[in-house]
């Protein structure tokens, strides 16, 4: 990047996120419920990388004050992760006293550390007795979350000042019910906007109970409430087509503009309704939804990065299970790919998305809730005492994102901080340990193990001084 600017405000923080379900492990203390990764990794351990399951995290739920002090030392003042559902509440959607003692010690410790915790309530891990009633789809099930919500705020609301309702509420309509990729496996693009709608109306709930608790002191009155989502800024092909530019707008509307909207103005955006109507795909909406999404603006907002969508019109209307399409990948011969993962490196991408947010949604404040790399031969260069050097790439990839971000404050971005992926090394879902995001190391072999990987003086010093210079 050209003339960039190497220092970050001083009030921007710093920090790492991660989720309960990839880290706590202990999948069975405290009368933890089973929940849909417990689930899948039961019914078939082969789908996961290396026959690693949801079972075991990344131990943190062991380890989380010898953690907390590796933040620390790391020069990061915050954390994120979640509160998993199925800890917390029992099979009656009662607290489990046991889990809730889990989450006091553990955010105690994290504020003996002097690291912040940020308080998110759900990661893609419903409780299975609840997906097995219809999960999203379900009424019962959506008032069974702002039960869960309510219940959390109640009992950390004098603990926790940043709280979010979800993490990249996209991800299961598209991974479970659209795409085929997670259990169980559907292929169904209208039932996947049903449960999009359902989380929307979840946590729009939850707003309206945080609202509620903290107008009666319940919450404590500095706390704020948000939403975390993975935004993709959209791109087509340079000299597109109206049809080229039809798929850029749906695709912004399903994935970004439903929830800025929802977000800031407590709606949905219209135009992306009246599309998916005519082509057949309506909502299970009901009398007094309006007034429940209504409830849903926030006070901030979290934005994970990890790549564009680029698209274009698509060349078919209708896909093979007979679902409307709206628009198909497009190859853009200038992309920088990150093998492993499969995903575009387009560090830019940060400062789109940030010039559209002050463009079209000047009065929120958001930071970056996540954004990093996952390399699966992380592994493969050691330096002479044995850390893992991966300074070649970690090092550029959070460095170019970090001055595109700058930039973005300096035209005036609401950007108030960064928090890196994983920073200690998690477990992702079906890819497990495959790629490994991490300044430390996980070493699986050796009882999970810490060790820094050669990138984290280089993050100390980001973190220390908030300067991006080459040092
Ligand atoms: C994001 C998820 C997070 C993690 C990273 C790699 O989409 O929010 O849980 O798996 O990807």
Redesign the pocket.
């Given at each position: 990047m050209s003339s960039a600017n190497l220092t970050l405000p001083n009030d921007f923080f710093f920090g790492a996120?991660m989720?309960g379900p990839?880290t706590e492990g202990m999948y069975k203390a405290h009368g933890k419920l089973e929940n849909l990764w417990d689930t899948w990794s039961d019914l078939d351990i082969r789908a996961f990388y290396n026959r690693v399951g949801s079972y075991a995290g990344n131990d943190m739920g062991a380890r989380y004050a010898e953690d907390f002090a590796l933040l620390r030392d790391l020069g990061l003042s915050s954390f994120r992760t979640s509160i998993q559902w199925s800890r917390l509440l029992d099979v009656d959607g009662k607290l489990n006293v046991e889990g809730a003692a889990f989450y006091h010690d553990y955010f105690a410790a994290a504020r003996e550390a002097g690291i912040e915790v940020f308080v998110n309530l759900y990661?893609?891990d419903m409780p299975v007795y609840l997906f097995r009633r219809g999960g999203w789809e379900n009424r019962e099930v959506v008032e069974a979350y702002a039960n869960y919500a309510r219940t959390a705020f109640a009992e950390f609301g004098q603990e926790i000042e940043h709280w979010f309702t979800f993490?990249?509420p996209i991800?299961e309509p598209e991974q479970r019910y659209e795409h085929g990729n997670w259990y169980p496996f559907l292929h169904d693009f209208a039932q996947a906007r049903r449960v999009q709608y359902g989380i929307s109306l979840a946590h729009s709930l939850a707003v309206g109970a945080f609202r509620e608790l903290q107008a009666k002191g319940v919450v404590r009155a500095d706390a704020q409430i948000g939403l975390?989502n993975?935004f993709t800024p959209p791109y087509t092909r340079e000299d597109p087509t109206p049809a080229d530019l039809e798929a850029v707008r749906m695709t912004d509307g399903l994935g970004n503009r439903w929830w800025l909207d929802l977000v800031t103005k407590g709606r949905l955006p219209q135009d992306v309704l009246d599309t998916m109507a005519e082509r057949g795909v309506t909502l299970p909406v009901r009398a007094g939804d309006e007034a429940i999404l209504a409830q849903g603006k926030v006070d901030w907002l979290g934005f994970?990065y990890?790549q564009p969508a680029r698209v274009q019109a698509p060349s078919h209307d209708v896909d093979e299970w007979g679902n409307p399409v709206f628009s198909e990948r497009y190859v853009w011969p200038d992309a920088v790919m990150n093998k492993s993962?499969g995903w575009e490196i387009y560090p830019k991408g940060i400062y789109d998305f940030a010039m559209t947010m002050t463009r079209d949604y000047s009065d929120l404040d958001w930071f970056v809730s996540?954004n990093?790399i996952?390399i699966m031969e992380d592994k493969a260069v050691r330096t002479e005492d044995g850390r893992i050097d991966d300074t070649a790439y970690r090092i550029p990839f959070v460095r170019d994102h970090l001055q595109w971000i700058a930039k973005a404050i300096d035209e005036g971005a609401r950007c108030r901080g960064y928090h890196y992926?994983?920073v200690i090394d998690c477990w992702?879902?079906n890819?497990a340990y495959k790629?490994r995001?991490g300044f430390i190391e996980v070493d699986l072999s050796h009882n999970y193990e810490r060790r820094l990987k050669a990138s984290a003086e280089w993050l100390r010093h980001v973190a220390t001084t908030h300067c991006l210079d080459e040092a």
């Open positions: 996120a989720s990839q990661h893609f993490n990249e991800v975390i993975c994970n990890y993962r996540e990093g996952g992926w994983g992702s879902w890819n790629n995001y």
